[in-house]
């Protein structure tokens, strides 16, 4: 057994994912979770499939004391990956200080029983929202940020402030910041997927939906950007391949030789898709047509975002391997099969 990590939102949609990858690589992993946007039965999955049931603490990081509690009992464990966060843009504009409340406090809580128990090292779940509407593709990690406009979206910028400030006030905690792209897909199981509680914000879960039978058509949220169909290019990233960002992300924190305070890496792959170019891919993935309708633009949306992959392969030694058929296929997959008895 190697080391022991803490992971928050471990029962979610990225972080089921990514325990499962470091049970596979056999870390000790301890899941913090309040099951706020997943479920217990996500525990009894990651069971069967990777054949580990993972130490468990229902706890709510807004609350210091809890933190510290949880974080005393585990402070053999040598990291922690941070992905307890509310996600939904929609619900953030409407309920910016639920946001606010929950995304910055949990930050700061994790830190604070970081620091207090000697657990030195963090990876945290940013963004590719911080870069905001950027002028220059493939994006880089050196672009600038921007405020973002919606307070979720802002919650990850103010994050990557807070920790710029923390790890340049004390040398003892490590931090990789990972700047997430566009995740969809499944794992390969069908067990765990994406699992978007009430009308998904997401295109994918949309999509996946529509062809169910869930939704009736999906929107196209306006085909006049510049862009070459007119609909906005995003950079998909398999959800399994971003798991696998997050085990290279620990062992350079662990090789303390490479480590430095704050390091930032955008994690996609590198192509862009338009929304039009998603829906054909799916359609042929599943043999059926989609129905959909093209709208209004969505306030907030950008025309085009996909990411320089350079520094994540150099310094990482990170790159996707799973492409876009793989990535829907997936998604379908857990759609059809299984989703239904999540309740
Ligand atoms: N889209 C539709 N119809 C839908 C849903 C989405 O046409 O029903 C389009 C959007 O307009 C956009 C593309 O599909 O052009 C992708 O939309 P998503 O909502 O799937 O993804 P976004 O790029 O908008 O969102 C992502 C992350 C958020 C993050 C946001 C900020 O999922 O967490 O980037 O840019 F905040």
Redesign the pocket.
């Known amino acids: 057994m190697k080391d022991k990590v803490i992971v928050t939102g471990g029962c979610g949609y990225i972080g089921s994912h990514t325990v499962i990858t470091l049970i596979h690589h056999n870390y000790e992993v301890v899941i913090i979770d309040d099951f706020s946007n997943s479920s217990p039965q996500i525990l009894d999955r990651i069971e069967r499939i990777s054949g580990v049931r993972p130490h468990f603490e229902q706890v709510d990081l807004k609350s210091f004391e809890a933190t510290q509690a949880v974080f005393k009992t585990h402070k053999d464990a040598k990291a922690v990956i941070h992905f307890a966060a509310h ?1 939904a ?1 929609a619900e953030s504009i409407q309920n910016p200080l639920m946001y606010y409340q929950n995304n910055l406090f949990s930050l700061l809580n994790v830190l604070k029983a970081q620091q207090e128990n000697s657990i030195n090292h963090l990876i945290f779940s940013s ?3 911080v870069y905001g509407n950027p002028s220059k593709m493939p994006i880089t990690e050196d672009a600038p940020t921007q405020r ?1 406009s ?1 307070p ?2 802002n919650t ?1 910028k103010i994050a990557e402030e807070i920790l710029e400030d923390f790890t340049n006030s004390q040398s003892e905690i490590s931090v990789i910041s990972l700047r ?5 897909g499944a794992h390969a199981s069908g067990q765990i997927g994406e699992f978007p509680s009430g009308i ?5 879960p ?1 999509i996946t939906q529509t062809a169910a039978g869930i939704r009736e058509k ?5 085909n006049d ?1 510049p862009t070459k169909d007119g ?4 950079d998909y990233i398999h959800v399994v391949d971003l798991a696998e960002a997050h085990l290279k992300a620990l062992e350079r924190l662990l090789d303390t030789s490479t480590t430095s305070p704050l390091e930032i890496f955008n994690v996609g792959t590198g192509n862009g898709f338009s ?1 039009l170019e ?1 829906i054909k891919a799916f359609e042929a993935v599943s043999g059926s047509p989609l129905n959909y309708e093209i709208t209004d ?2 306030p ?3 025309p085009e ?1 996909f990411a320089s992959t350079t520094l994540a392969k150099n310094v990482l030694k990170w790159e996707a391997s799973r492409n876009l058929k793989d990535m829907i296929q997936s998604s379908w997959t857990w759609e059809q099969n299984l989703r239904s008895e999540l309740k």
Do not use: C, E, H, Q
Request: no cysteine.
């Open positions: 996600k843009v963004s590719a929202t973002s919606s979720y979206g990850k997430y792209f566009n995740p969809i998904p914000n997401n295109l994918m949309y999906l929107m196209v949220f306006g950007y609909t906005p290019i995003r929304v998603m633009r969505r907030g949306d950008v975002m």
